[in-house]
C-alpha cells in the first residue's frame, strides 16, 4: 500500500508542478506578446500625442487671443458707456432749457394778450 501512496502522491505532485510550469509559461508567453503589441504602436502613440500636444498649444494661443480681444472689447464698452452717459446729461440739460422756454414763451403770450386786450380797450 506504501507504493499506491508513493505513486498517487507524486503524481499528484507532478501535476501540480506541471500545471504550475505551463501556466507560468502561458502568462510569460502573453506578456511578451503584450509587449510586442505595444512596441509595434510605440510610435503611433507618440505621433498621437505630439498631435495632441501640437493641438493643446494652438488651443491655447488661441484663448490668449481671445482673451485680449475680450479686453479691448470691454475698453470699448467703458468709454462708450462713458460718452452715453455725457450724452445723457447733455439732453437733460437741454430738456430742462427747453421747459424754461416753453414757461417763459407762455409768459410772452399772456402778456401780449393782456397788451392787445388793453389797446382794443383803450380804442
Known amino acids: ?3 499506491l501512496t508513493t505513486l498517487l502522491g507524486g503524481g499528484a505532485l507532478g501535476g501540480i508542478i506541471t500545471a504550475a510550469l505551463g501556466y507560468l509559461s502561458k502568462v ?3 506578456q511578451s ?3 510586442k503589441v505595444y512596441a509595434d504602436h510605440t510610435d503611433e502613440l507618440f505621433e498621437r500625442i505630439d498631435h495632441l500636444t501640437d493641438e493643446r498649444d494652438k488651443s491655447n494661443r ?3 487671443k ?3 480681444k475680450i479686453e479691448t472689447q470691454n475698453r470699448t464698452i467703458s468709454s462708450l458707456k462713458a460718452k452715453v452717459d455725457r450724452q445723457n446729461e447733455v439732453i437733460d ?3 430742462q432749457q427747453i421747459g424754461e422756454l416753453s ?3 407762455k409768459s410772452l403770450s399772456k ?3 393782456e397788451e392787445i386786450k388793453s389797446n382794443e380797450n383803450s380804442k
Do not use: F, G, R, S
Open 1 to 3: 500500500m506504501h507504493w
Open 28 to 30: 510569460n508567453d502573453n
Open 33 to 35: 506578446h503584450n509587449e
Open 62 to 64: 488661441q484663448v490668449v
Open 66 to 68: 481671445l482673451q485680449a
Open 93 to 95: 440739460k437741454l430738456t
Open 103 to 105: 414757461e417763459h414763451i
Open 111 to 113: 402778456l401780449e394778450q
